[in-house]
C-alpha cells in the first residue's frame, strides 16, 4: 500500500519562504514519477511541479518557474518543495502525489496516483 504525507505548511508573509516535505512509503522513487499540486478555494486544481523518475528532471507550471524547486532524498523517500518569493495567489492546500505523468509539457494525476492529505500553505499580503 503506498502511503503519502505532506508536511511544512503554513502561514507566511508575501516575499517569505516555505519548505513542504512529502514522504511516501510502498512506492520507489526510481521507478514512479511524484509531485506537488495545489487547490484554492474556488479554484481548479493546479499542477505545480514533479520530478520525472527516468530523468530526474524537475518540472514546474509557468506559476511558479524561478521561485519553486523540488527535490527528493530518495534514501528517505522524501521529496521537498522549496518555495521562495511567495506570492498571496499562492495560498491553497498543497497536495504530495505518487505516481502520476510528469512530462515536460503535461502534469496529471491518474487512477493509480496515490494523494497525502494535505497541507495549508497561506501567504499574507
Known amino acids: 500500500e503506498v502511503q503519502v504525507t505532506e508536511s511544512g505548511g503554513g502561514l507566511v508573509p508575501a516575499g517569505g519562504s516555505l519548505r513542504l516535505s512529502c514522504e511516501a512509503s510502498?512506492?520507489?522513487?526510481?521507478?514512479?514519477?511524484i509531485g506537488w499540486f495545489r487547490q484554492a478555494p474556488g479554484k481548479e486544481r493546479e499542477g505545480v511541479s514533479c520530478?520525472?523518475?527516468?530523468?530526474?528532471?524537475?518540472v514546474y507550471a509557468d506559476s511558479v518557474k524561478g521561485r519553486f524547486t523540488i527535490s527528493s532524498n530518495n534514501a528517505k523517500n522524501t521529496v521537498y518543495l522549496d518555495m521562495d518569493r511567495l506570492k498571496p495567489e499562492d495560498t491553497a492546500i498543497y497536495y504530495c502525489?505518487?505516481?502520476?505523468?510528469?512530462?515536460?509539457?503535461?502534469?496529471?494525476?491518474?487512477?493509480?496516483?496515490?494523494w497525502g492529505q494535505g497541507t495549508q500553505v497561506t501567504v499574507s499580503s
Open positions: 502525489v505518487a505516481r502520476i505523468f510528469c512530462l515536460p509539457d503535461y502534469m496529471d494525476a491518474n487512477s493509480f496516483s496515490s
Open positions: 510502498g512506492v520507489n522513487f526510481d521507478e514512479y514519477p
Open positions: 520530478i520525472n523518475s527516468a530523468a530526474r528532471t524537475p
